[in-house]
């Protein structure tokens, strides 16, 4: 259980996020939406260990987590991959440093057709489309052997279609491999397709407004087609209207 308690972030005299709490259970898969700017990726690099932030803290199944650590796997919204490596050297890399690479490697092998890269194992990142670099850092992420996957837009350069298929990657994935997930997006259909709860970030400085749940329920694209209340909802929060 991640547990976050208060956290605030100012950037010089501009406060970003105001006492942000929020818990997410083992195995949960969490959205967070907000519109651009509102301090999203502010938040998951908190989380990453990547800023301090002025108050606050957090806290993993009771131990309380400073700076960097081995809990969080994170896809940042401007991933690169390194250029010097391939596509297979790169998103096999967690599994390299934690002595794990063969592992590493049959998983990856198993994972590149439905991530649109096969073929593409000994290319170079130059070589790839900017979708594909954007799979590739996603898988990359997902082998790392952390509990908790942060993953900031991470399908926000890709094209509707190849879109979908990963967001169905996922939800398949997911019956398999219960990671824990904090996702960002900006996609609300995402967000109601993917996610167990969605968290809305609002304000500023912001803080969340409100929580849906949707756990427990078993979707297909039917099911998402037929969430135009929730949508319309959500879309009225971020506008800033009052809660339908
Ligand atoms: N390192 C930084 N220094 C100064 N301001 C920052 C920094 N990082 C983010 N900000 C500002 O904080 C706000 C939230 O940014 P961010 O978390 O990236 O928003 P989001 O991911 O929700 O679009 C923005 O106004 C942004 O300009
Ligand atoms: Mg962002």
């Not at 390194?82 to 890399?93: R, S």
């Not at 997902?142 to 993953?151: K, T, V």
């Not at 167990?196 to 078993?218: C, F, N, Q, T």
Request: proline share 2%; glycine share 8%.
């Amino acid at each position: 259980m991640l547990i976050v308690k208060d956290v605030s972030v100012s950037f010089q005299d501009v406060q970003v996020l105001d006492h942000v709490c929020l818990q997410v259970k083992n195995g949960e898969f969490i959205s967070l939406i907000g519109t651009s700017g509102c301090g999203k990726s502010t938040l998951l690099n908190v989380l990453s260990g990547a800023l301090k932030p002025q108050s606050g803290n957090f806290a993993i199944d009771g131990v309380t987590i400073e700076g960097m650590s081995h809990h969080f796997a994170y896809m940042p919204q401007n991933d690169l991959l390194l250029p010097w490596y391939t596509i297979m050297e790169n998103v096999t890399l967690y599994g390299k440093i934690h002595h794990r690479q063969k592992e590493t490697m049959q998983k990856a092998s198993q994972a590149f057709e439905v991530f649109g890269l096969t073929g593409y194992e000994h290319a170079y990142p130059f070589e790839l489309s900017g979708g594909m670099r954007q799979r590739a850092a996603f898988l990359r992420t997902a082998l790392c052997d952390a509990d908790i996957l942060l993953l900031d837009e991470p399908f926000g350069a890709l094209d509707v279609i190849t879109r979908n298929d990963m967001q169905d990657w996922i939800v398949q994935m997911r019956k398999q491999w219960n990671k824990t997930t904090i996702l960002v997006t900006h996609d609300i259909d995402e967000a109601l397709y993917l996610s167990d709860r969605i968290l809305i970030l609002k304000g500023r400085p912001a803080h969340i407004v409100k929580e849906i749940s949707l756990g427990g329920i078993e979707k297909d694209r039917d099911w998402l087609d037929e969430q135009s209340e929730l949508r319309k909802n959500i879309r009225n929060l971020l506008r800033g209207q009052a809660d339908a």
